[in-house]
Every structure is written in structure tokens, then in C-alpha cells.
Nanobody, 119 residues
Framework: QVQLVESGGGLVQVGGSLRLSCAPS????????MGWYRQAPGKEREFVAR???????????ESVKGRFTISRDDERHTHNTVYLQMNGLKPDDTAIYYC?????????WGQGTQVTVSS
């Protein structure tokens, strides 16, 4: 069974940085996409960033471009931890951040980690 374990959330001041981690387990293939979504209070869950299994292709929401960076460990053919480096944090970035992984049409979610940006 696929599991995604997140860590790294917390409280930070405006302009600060945090790094989220997501460690997958249970996959029997290397070719899965990893990404991050977030959900703020009273809002729908929204896409933040994603990266392909080989780390060669990444995509970002417009609201985080230039501030957030998604990456994977370099070691190939292992279940690599995925990171979301968040710089220049703003109050609007406050949300629960969820790790997401997908193979074809099958997706999995982590339990979520809280990120709070205080002004």
C-alpha cells in the first residue's frame, strides 16, 4: 500500500522560509509523479507544484513561481523523498500542505502538514 509521509511545516514570519518533505513508500514502480497541494481555511484544495518521476520536469502554480522550488533526491530507481522549498513566504501561503502522488489515474495523498505565515 502506498503511503506518503510529510514533514517540515510550522510557523514562520512573512518573508521567511520553510522546507517540506514527503517520503513515499509502498510503490512497486519508479515512474510516479509527485506534487504538493494546499488548502486554506474556507477554500478549496489547490495545486502548488509537481515533479515527474525522473526529476526532469516541474510545474508550478502562478502564485508560487519564483518563490517555491520542488525537487527530488538525485538517486535514480529509489523511492526518493520530494521537497518543497518555500522562500519569501506570505500570509496567503498559510494553509495545510498535502503531498500527492500519482501513477496514471491512481492518486494518493499524505496526511497534510500545517504552514502558518504570520505578519
Amino acid at each position: 500500500q502506498v503511503q506518503l509521509v510529510e514533514s517540515g511545516g510550522g510557523l514562520v514570519q512573512v518573508g521567511g522560509s520553510l522546507r517540506l518533505s514527503c517520503a513515499p513508500s509502498g510503490y512497486t514502480t519508479w515512474r510516479y509523479q509527485m506534487g504538493w497541494y494546499r488548502q486554506a481555511p474556507g477554500k478549496e484544495r489547490e495545486f502548488v507544484a509537481r515533479i515527474e518521476w525522473n526529476g526532469d520536469d516541474a510545474e508550478y502554480a502562478e502564485s508560487v513561481k519564483g518563490r517555491f522550488t520542488i525537487s527530488r533526491d538525485d538517486e535514480r530507481h529509489t523511492h526518493n523523498t520530494v521537497y518543497l522549498q518555500m522562500n519569501g513566504l506570505k500570509p496567503d501561503d498559510t494553509a495545510i500542505y498535502y503531498c500527492h502522488s500519482a501513477v496514471g489515474t491512481t492518486g494518493y495523498w499524505g496526511q497534510g502538514t500545517q504552514v502558518t505565515v504570520s505578519s
